[in-house]
């Protein structure tokens, strides 16, 4: 039951931007430990990551959300669909950018967006310590001539450069209210989901081209064998095309025991116990454009 002290603050902050800005990248800096998966390759992030920064006198409920994109099949429209419902009912909005793109269509097409919400909206400007400073004033003045921002920050997610100030002037803009979560609580999924995403990153690290954004990952069983300190974990890696099957498990195997020992190193780090871990690779075609799979494999939009 969420608790109420006096003059303590809470609310959700929604995080959105392009694919690739670094949202992931900064919940993890914020939270301590890695609780949504990061890669180079756009559009990584499918759902909603909803993760808990709890301090003395404030509880901040980051919402990590996909990447505005434009949608080429069910699975896209439904990761747009889920990062603009982000944008309801939460108490501020992070609008994050890479500062080594600069402003262009998917920026502006944020913007607009934002100019029909009433929430109070940063402008968080990533990876400036890929630029020099000079680069940096002209396109703050850009993104000012275009939204009032309220408040303007430049950070570097990867190295934590401005990311406490940013946390402080977050916590001035949420209102009073109650510690929803407890304080050792980092995130609202369960474990088996984040166990989903690390496996779905090693092969995200490991694949190129088509491969990384045809899979999805089902955990099939996770138990904990209390005497032996050890969880054992079944998996199922789901493909589209009996060609991206053969790429994951590679010849004898290789690549899907790179991706299982990746995978266990990470999992054993969230569980603080050893892993047995089996994997397999299914083939469903095509089951990005399909609801019932989408359904299936979690991507369920009536829970947003």
Sequence with gaps: MATINADYKSGFISIIGRPNVGKSTFLNRVIGQKIAIMSDKPQTTRNRI?????????????????????PKHKL????????????????????MVNV????????????????????????????????????????????????????????SALNGNNVDRLLSAIKEYLPEGPQYYPADQVTDHPERFIVSELIREKVLHLTREEVPHSIAVLIDKMEREEEKDLVHIMATIIVERDSQKGIII???GRMLKEVGKRARMDIENLLGSKVFLELWVKVQKDWRDKISAL??????????
């Design 250 to 252: 590679g010849k004898q």
């Design 50 to 70: 909803q993760g808990v920064y709890t301090t003395d006198d404030a509880q901040m409920i980051f919402i990590d959300t996909p990447g505005i994109h434009k």
């Design 100 to 155: 080594t793109e600069g402003l262009g269509r998917g920026e502006q097409y944020i913007i607009e967006m934002l100019k029909d919400i009433q929430t109070p909206v940063f402008l968080v400007l990533n990876k400036i310590d890929q630029i020099h400073p000079d680069e940096l004033f002209p396109m703050i003045e850009q993104y000012k001539e275009l939204y009032p921002f309220q408040e303007i920050f430049p950070i």
């Design 76 to 95: 896209g429209d439904f990761m747009v669909k889920t990062a603009v419902n982000a944008l309801k009912e939460v108490d501020l909005i992070l609008f």
């Design 295 to 304: 359904r299936e494999y979690g991507f369920r939009e009536d829970e947003y």
